[in-house]
């Protein structure tokens, strides 16, 4: 970690000012980075004259990179520490920035926004790491509550007041200033944050591919992602940039109403989370697992896809808020496997997570952009309704066998064929929570 010598445990209001508000902030970011070209995508498409596919490959270089980043940075944090990794990797992502600032073909967009996602791809993680080392395990749920929260503001951030901004300047002075204030805050979390752990406190094993390997064998980890998954990866891959072309093309909304749109939608991620948060503790209190309530909540995320396939006209607007709110029930994988694996174990599952959900976001939001490529647009540039309810039908085929897998397990095994002994419950899926 850094430094050389241990640090007293600070208190209350400084910790969250020396530590949760600068790591916050990165996070902050990230959030508005990575959902930003939502509102810039007429823009993009218009100055560069992309299609529906080069868009999505675009904007999901981001998830990409942001994947493949969590093992190196995940090895780098326990090495260096969260203060000396996040400076590193914010000057990275602001060069990314920059060079998307001063992109002129598609390909150094691409790789631009690539740059941007790998230096973003620790934010989140660098965060937790430094809020777990310096506040009490258990006032953590609560304050990566807030955390999310922090997130969701940042989405937020990208809907309607980047439109307003594009009042005054256009999307590449956007990116200069998204540039500065993405280098400040790594800045900011070199200068303000300590520079050594608390005494007493320990690092969790350095995440490698063989330790990896030991998270995918635990049978509760393979449970829990056969369910949540690709609901994550959709909710993380389509949020972010169809909705908004969705509601532009489909029911032609202005783009002063996508954003606003797009906002009420970003925003209830914050709502949203603390919701679920309420609900699983809920549920806990009756004995129901949180394997269910995810379970429960991912029936009405497919359902709301279900209802945009059957182009429900009077409520598009509803529909775009609801995606968004229902879909925040996903972010509820990561407390599941915590609750579910050893402790030595959930540092290196929350890696194995993020690699899974953004490989699997970039799928989603690239293979959404090609199908809907596939029908050609009309001379006002939008793409028909039916391009759009083929490609949330696909969306909704495939996370239906993760749910119907779910089902079926739970239903009881008879006679002849071996039920689940207490110890094959507790490895599968005991995710049950605690009475």
């Known amino acids: 970690m850094d430094g050389d010598r241990a640090q007293a445990p600070m208190q209350g209001a400084t910790v969250f000012i020396y530590v949760f508000l600068p790591f916050a902030l990165g996070h902050y970011l990230s959030s508005l980075l990575r959902n930003v070209n939502a509102v810039l995508a007429p823009h993009l498409m218009g100055e560069l004259a992309l299609g529906p596919g080069d868009l999505g490959l675009l904007t999901s270089a981001f998830f990409l990179a942001f994947a493949l980043a969590q093992l190196p940075v995940g090895i780098a944090l326990d090495r260096y520490g969260p203060r000396r990794v996040q400076l ?116 969790p094993a350095v995440p490698t591919l063989d330790s990896l390997l030991d998270v995918v064998r635990a049978p509760a980890f393979r449970t829990t992602i056969a369910l949540v998954l690709v609901p994550h990866a959709v909710f993380f891959g389509i949020q972010g940039l169809w909705i908004g072309r969705w509601l532009s093309d489909v029911a032609r909304f202005p783009d002063g109403a996508v954003a606003y749109l797009l906002y009420m939608g970003m925003a209830s ?50 529909l775009s808020v609801l995606f968004t709110l229902v879909g925040t029930i996903t972010g509820i994988e990561y407390a599941i496997v915590a609750q579910s694996l050893p402790r030595e174990l959930t540092g290196r599952a929350a890696t194995c997570l993020n690699l899974l959900i953004f490989v699997g976001a970039f799928l989603a939001q690239a293979g959404f952009g090609q199908v809907v490529g596939l029908w050609p647009a009309s001379a006002g540039g939008h793409y028909p309704a039916l391009a759009y309810r083929v490609a949330f039908g696909a969306l909704v085929a495939v996370q239906l066998p993760g749910l119907v897998w779910y089902f079926l397990r739970r239903r009881p095994v008879k006679c002849g064929i071996a039920m689940l002994t207490q110890k094959e419950d507790y490895e599968i899926g005991s995710l049950r929570s605690p009475r």
């Open 88 to 203: 590193v990797l914010m000057l990275l992502a602001a060069s990314g920035a920059l060079l998307f600032a001063r992109g002129t073909g598609y390909g150094q967009l691409v790789l631009a926004r690539a740059v941007i996602g790998a230096g973003l791809g620790g934010c989140f993680m660098s965060a937790v790491k430094a809020i777990s080392t310096w506040i009490p395990p258990a006032r953590l749920p609560t304050v990566q509550g807030y955390l999310i929260a922090a997130g969701g503001l940042g989405a937020a951030s990208a809907t309607v007041p980047v439109r307003m901004l594009l009042e005054h300047t256009d999307w590449r002075s956007l990116f200069v200033l998204m540039a500065l204030l993405t280098a400040g805050s790594g800045v900011l979390i070199w200068l303000v944050t300590p520079r050594a752990a608390p005494a007493g406190a320990t690092s």
């Open 269 to 318: 991620v914050i709502v949203g989370a603390i919701a679920v948060g309420m609900v699983t503790e809920w549920a806990a209190r009756r004995g129901i697992a949180a394997l269910d309530v995810a379970a429960a909540g991912i029936v009405l995320f497919v359902l709301v896809q279900a209802a945009i396939v059957c182009n429900w006209a009077p409520s598009l607007q509803v």
